[in-house]
C-alpha cells in the first residue's frame, strides 16, 4: 500500500521498514493545488492534499502539524470518518518535550501503518533500510553542489520513495547568474521552475525547497550501532505499539493507571507505560528495536530544518554557510497562495543574508505564469 | 440618575456621564468619561459604536480602554512586565501568581487599528516590515510593539507554538528576527490517548494523552522558571495554586454573569459589553483584583435588570450563538440593530472561562487547562461544544465571523457550519469582518437580515 507523506520530516524509512510503500506528496502525479478555496484563505498546497487524501480510498496520506493549514485540512479531510488519513504532531520547538513527542509520534505512526497492513519491522529491517538512507543521503548531499537542479530534484524524489541513491546528471559550466531557490514543497509538476530560471540567465545553486537538499539530513547518529543508542539516549516509548508489546496488546487507561497489568512498566516522569515483552520471542531484538527507532527519531528530530520551527534560527544557521560557499547572489521564494510562514519570511530572509529575495506565489503549485516570468527575468537581470 | 437599561451613543454618554458625576457617581483611579478616550488616545471608533448605560459598563469601558496606560504606570511603580502570546489565558495565570509582575497580551493591539480607525497606520507600518494584508490584524502588534507607542516593551515575552494560528506564529517569530527575544513554548495538537495510553481529563469535558499534558506541564515548568528568574523569586507550588484560585474567582463571576445574560428571556446587557467582559477572563486587563471589581458591578447591573425584568434587548430578538471575536467591535452592535442578541459566544478562548482544577498538583492543573484550547484541538471538538452550548442557550442560529487572514478561519468555519446545521438543524453562517467594517455595511446587514428573517420564519412554522 502506497502512504503518502506530506513532509520530509517523517522518515520514509519508517515506513519501508513496516513493508509500506512511501511516497512524497509533491511526487504524486495527481496531486491537484486547487484554487476554489483561495479566496476563503486556503493555501493551495493544503487544499491540494485535502482533495488528494478524499480522493485515495487505496491509499493513506499523513498530513503534519507543520502548519495551520494542513492541520486544519486534516480535520478537513477527515471531517466525515476517513480511516487512511493520519496527522503527524510534529513539534515547533526543539526541546525535551518536543523530541518526546516526537517520538511518541513515530510509534503512533508505526501503530497506523500496521492497521493499514504493514508489518512489524525487526531491528535488522529497520536497521537496514536506515543505513541505506542515510548512505544516500550522504551521496546525494556530496553530489548536490555540482549537479544539474532539475536532476537533483529527481533525484532526492527517487531518494525519498524507493530508499536508494541515483546520481544526479552534473551541471555543464556556462554564465549565469547563481541563485537559491527556497520554500516550502516543491512539487513535480513545478520541476519547470528550474528550467524557466535557466532560461532567465540564473541557475539554481542551491535548491533550499523542503523536499530539495534541505530534507537530506545528516548521518543519523548511532543508526548502525542500536547497542550503543540504546545506553545513550533511548527514552522509552510513550506509547506501548505493537513492535515493542507485540501485537493485540493495550487497551486504553485511564489517569489513575488502571489498566496495568503484568508485564509492564509504569515510567516515572512520563505518565506512560511500557510493555516489557511477554514471552521469550518477543524479548528477542526487544533493546534493539527501541535502540534502532530512538536513533531513527533522534537523528530526524534533530535534524528538522524549516520555516515552522521556533525559532526557526536552524533554518537561517543552515542555509548561511551554503548561500555563502554556492556564492548565491539572490534567493528565489517559492511560495504557495495562502502560506503565512514563508510569505513571514521574505522580508527576514533579506535582512538576514543581505540577499535580495523574489517572492514567487503560485495557487496551483504547476508552471510560472507569464507574468512571474517577467519578473523572474527581470530579477536575473539586476543580478548580473 | 438611574435610568432605564438602554445603549447610548458617545455624545449621549456626555450627558449621562455629567448626570451620573451629579449623582454623586464613584468611579476608580482610571475613571472618567468616554470621551477623553477619543480626545487623547485617538480612539475615534467610540463615537460609532453605542454603549450600555450604567457606570457598571461605564467602568469596564475605563478598564479596558485605560490598560495601556496603566501597564504603564505599573512600569513606573517597579513592576514586571511579561508579554504573553498566543495561549490567551494560562501563562498570565502564573504571571499574576508573583507579587509585583503583570502580564498582559501583545495580540490586544489587533483592537487598536479598530478603535483609532487605521489612524494610527499600525496596519500599514506591519506591511512595512514585511507583513501585508494577507495576515490577521493581529500584524498590528508588530510595529506596535517596536514604536513603543502603545504598551509598553514586556521585560520579558513569552509565546506558546506548534498548535497554534500560522499569521500569528510567523509574525511572532518576525518581531523576533526584529530583535525582540522570545520564549517559545510547545503546545502539541490536542488529540484522542491511542489505545494503551493513559487518558487525562481536560477541563471542557476534553481528553487527551498523558504524553501531551506531561509535554505541556514541562514547558510550563520551563516558563514558571523564567517567570521566577524575572521575579526574582521561585514560582513555587503554592503561590501558583493561590494564583490559580484567584483566576478561578475571576472565572466563577464570569460563568455566573454569562449564565445570567445569555439564558435570560431577553438581553439585560448589550453583546458588545459582553465580548469585552469576557477579554477580562484572559489576562484581567492587566489588573486581577480590578477585574474582579468590574466583572462584580456588571453582574450586579444584569441581576438587578432580570429581576426587574427590565433588558436592553427585545425579547422577541433572535438568539445567537457567536463564535470568533471581531476585528471591529461595531459589528457587535449591528447584530443587535438587525434584531438579534447574544446567547452564547465563543471567542476562541473557551478554556480560559473553564475552572482550573484546584484538585491537582498546579502545574498540572494549568497544563490540562492550557491543553483545552479550542484552537489547539480538532476543529470536531470546538464544534461539539459550541453545539453543546448551542442547546444550553437555546440558540437559533449561529453566526462564525472570520478574521481577515487568519489562517484558522480559511478552514474551522466550514466545519463547524456543517457541523451544527448537522446536529442541530439551526442556520449557521460566516461573515467576515475587518478592522473596520464601514464600507461593507450594506453586506453585512443584508446577510445579517436574511438571518434574522430565516429565524423568526422558522418560528412560525
Not at chain 1, 482533495?51 to 502548519?67: L, Y
Not at chain 1, 511477554?278 to 528538522?304: Q, S
Not at chain 2, 449564565?259 to 439585560?268: N, Q
Not at chain 2, 453566526?399 to 466545519?415: D, K, L, M, T, Y
Request: proline share 7%; aromatic share 6%.
Amino acid at each position: 500500500m502506497r502512504v503518502y507523506l506530506s513532509s520530509p520530516w517523517i522518515p520514509a524509512e519508517w515506513v519501508r521498514a513496516h513493508q509500506l510503500e512511501p511516497r512524497g506528496l509533491w511526487f504524486a502525479e495527481n496531486l491537484r493545488c486547487g484554487i476554489p478555496s483561495i479566496s476563503a484563505g486556503v493555501c493551495a498546497w493544503a487544499e491540494g492534499v485535502v482533495r488528494f487524501a478524499g480522493a485515495q480510498p487505496d491509499s493513506a496520506v499523513v498530513f503534519t502539524t507543520a502548519c495551520d493549514q494542513l492541520r486544519r485540512g486534516f480535520d478537513a479531510a477527515t471531517a466525515h470518518g476517513g480511516s487512511g488519513a493520519f496527522l503527524f504532531n510534529l513539534p515547533a520547538t526543539q526541546t525535551s518535550a518536543a523530541r518526546q513527542i516526537y517520538r511518541a509520534e513515530l510509534e503512533r505512526l508505526g501503530r497506523f501503518l500496521l492497521e493499514l497492513g504493514g508489518r512489524t519491522p525487526t531491528p535488522e529491517v529497520l536497521r537496514h533500510e536506515m543505513l541505506q538512507a542515510d548512505e544516500a543521503r550522504e551521496r546525494l548531499r556530496e553530489a548536490a553542489p555540482n549537479a544539474s537542479a532539475r536532476s537533483l530534484a529527481e533525484a532526492a524524489a527517487r531518494l525519498f520513495e524507493q530508499g536508494v541513491f541515483s546520481a544526479p546528471s552534473a551541471f555543464i559550466p556556462r554564465d549565469c547568474t547563481p541563485l537559491a531557490l527556497l520554500g516550502g514543497p516543491l512539487s513535480a509538476p513545478d520541476w519547470d521552475l528550474f528550467d524557466t530560471i535557466e532560461a532567465a540567465g540564473g541557475r539554481v545553486v542551491l535548491n533550499a525547497m523542503e523536499n530539495g537538499e534541505r530534507s537530506l539530513c545528516p548521518k543519523l547518529r548511532n543508526a548502525d550501532c542500536p547497542q550503543s543508542a540504546a545506553h545513550t539516549h533511548a527514552v522509552p516509548s510513550p506509547i506501548p505499539s505493537p513492535i515493542l508489546m507485540g501485537e493485540g496488546q493495550g487497551e486504553g487507561i485511564d489517569s489513575d493507571g488502571r489498566g496495568e497489568g503484568q508485564g509492564e512498566v509504569r515510567v516515572p516522569n512520563f505518565g506512560f507505560r511500557v510493555a516489557t515483552p511477554r514471552t521469550p520471542e518477543a524479548a528477542v531484538g526487544f533493546d534493539e528495536r527501541v535502540a534502532a527507532t530512538d536513533a531513527l527519531a533522534a537523528g530526524y528530530f534533530e535534524n528538522i530544518t524549516d520555516v515552522f520551527q521556533r525559532p526557526n534560527t536552524r533554518l537561517h544557521a543552515w542555509l548561511r554557510p551554503r548561500l555563502v560557499s554556492r556564492g548565491a547572489r539572490g534567493i528565489v521564494l517559492r511560495l504557495f497562495t495562502g502560506c503565512d510562514l514563508w510569505r513571514a519570511e521574505a522580508e527576514s530572509l533579506r535582512e538576514a543574508f543581505g540577499l535580495p529575495v523574489l517572492p514567487l506565489e503560485t495557487a496551483d503549485g504547476a508552471g510560472i505564469s507569464a507574468h512571474d516570468v517577467n519578473r523572474l527575468e527581470a530579477f536575473v537581470e539586476t543580478l548580473q | 440618575m438611574n435610568a432605564l437599561p438602554g445603549k447610548l451613543n458617545l455624545s449621549e454618554w456626555d450627558d449621562r456621564y455629567e448626570q451620573l458625576r451629579a449623582g454623586g457617581l464613584s468611579e476608580p483611579a482610571y475613571g472618567g468619561p468616554l470621551r477623553r478616550h477619543v480626545i487623547r488616545e485617538r480612539d475615534f471608533r467610540l463615537e460609532q459604536l453605542r454603549f450600555d448605560n450604567s457606570p457598571a459598563a461605564l467602568r469596564l469601558w475605563n478598564f479596558l480602554l485605560t490598560e495601556n496606560e496603566r501597564l504603564h504606570q505599573a512600569r513606573a511603580r517597579g513592576c514586571q512586565i511579561v508579554g504573553t502570546m498566543k495561549d490567551l489565558g494560562t501563562v498570565p495565570v502564573m504571571a499574576y501568581s508573583l507579587p509585583g509582575v503583570r502580564a498582559f497580551y501583545p495580540d490586544g493591539a489587533w483592537w487598536t487599528p479598530c478603535l483609532m480607525e487605521c489612524s494610527d497606520r499600525l496596519l500599514q507600518q506591519a506591511e512595512a516590515m514585511g507583513i501585508d494584508a494577507s495576515f490577521c490584524p493581529v500584524r498590528a502588534m508588530l510595529p506596535a510593539f517596536l514604536n513603543g507607542e502603545h504598551f509598553p516593551r514586556p521585560d520579558l515575552l513569552v509565546c506558546s507554538t506548534g498548535a497554534v494560528c500560522d499569521d500569528f506564529s510567523a509574525i511572532a517569530q518576525r518581531l523576533e528576527h526584529l530583535g525582540q527575544p522570545v520564549l517559545w513554548w510547545e503546545m502539541p495538537r490536542r488529540r484522542q490517548p491511542v489505545a494503551g495510553e493513559i487518558s487525562c481529563g481536560l477541563p471542557g469535558q476534553l481528553v487527551a494523552p498523558e504524553i501531551q499534558v506531561a509535554c505541556v506541564r514541562s514547558e510550563l515548568q520551563r516558563v514558571g522558571q523564567a517567570l521566577g528568574e524575572l521575579a526574582r523569586r521561585n514560582l513555587d507550588d503554592v503561590l501558583l495554586a493561590e494564583g490559580i484560585r484567584a483566576a478561578n474567582r475571576v472565572r466563577r463571576l464570569l460563568q455566573t454573569l454569562r449564565t445570567t445574560v445569555y439564558t435570560a428571556p431577553a438581553a439585560p446587557l448589550p453583546a458588545l459589553e459582553m465580548l469585552v467582559v469576557e477579554m477580562l477572563a484572559i489576562h484581567f486587563c492587566s489588573d486581577r483584583e480590578e477585574a474582579l471589581a468590574v466583572l462584580e458591578g456588571l453582574l450586579a447591573e444584569a441581576q438587578s435588570r432580570v429581576r426587574q425584568g427590565r433588558f436592553v434587548i427585545e425579547p422577541e430578538a433572535a438568539r445567537i450563538f457567536w463564535v470568533n471575536p471581531v476585528a471591529d467591535l461595531r459589528a457587535m452592535n449591528l447584530l443587535e440593530d438587525f434584531g438579534g442578541r447574544i446567547c452564547g459566544s465563543d471567542f476562541m478562548f473557551a478554556h480560559a472561562l473553564d475552572l482550573i482544577p484546584e484538585d491537582l498538583p498546579p502545574l498540572e492543573a494549568l497544563a490540562r487547562t492550557a491543553l483545552a484550547d479550542p484552537m489547539v484541538g480538532p476543529t470536531s471538538d470546538r464544534a461539539a461544544r459550541i453545539i453543546r452550548e448551542c442547546q444550553a442557550g437555546r440558540a437559533e442560529a449561529v453566526v462564525i465571523s472570520r478574521i481577515p487572514g487568519a489562517s484558522h478561519c480559511a478552514r474551522e468555519g466550514e466545519i463547524i457550519c456543517g457541523l451544527v446545521r448537522e446536529k442541530m438543524g439551526i442556520p449557521a453562517i460566516e461573515l467576515e469582518i475587518p478592522p473596520v467594517c464601514d464600507a461593507l455595511l450594506p453586506a453585512l446587514g443584508s446577510r445579517l437580515q436574511a438571518l434574522m428573517e430565516t429565524v423568526r420564519a422558522r418560528r412560525t412554522r
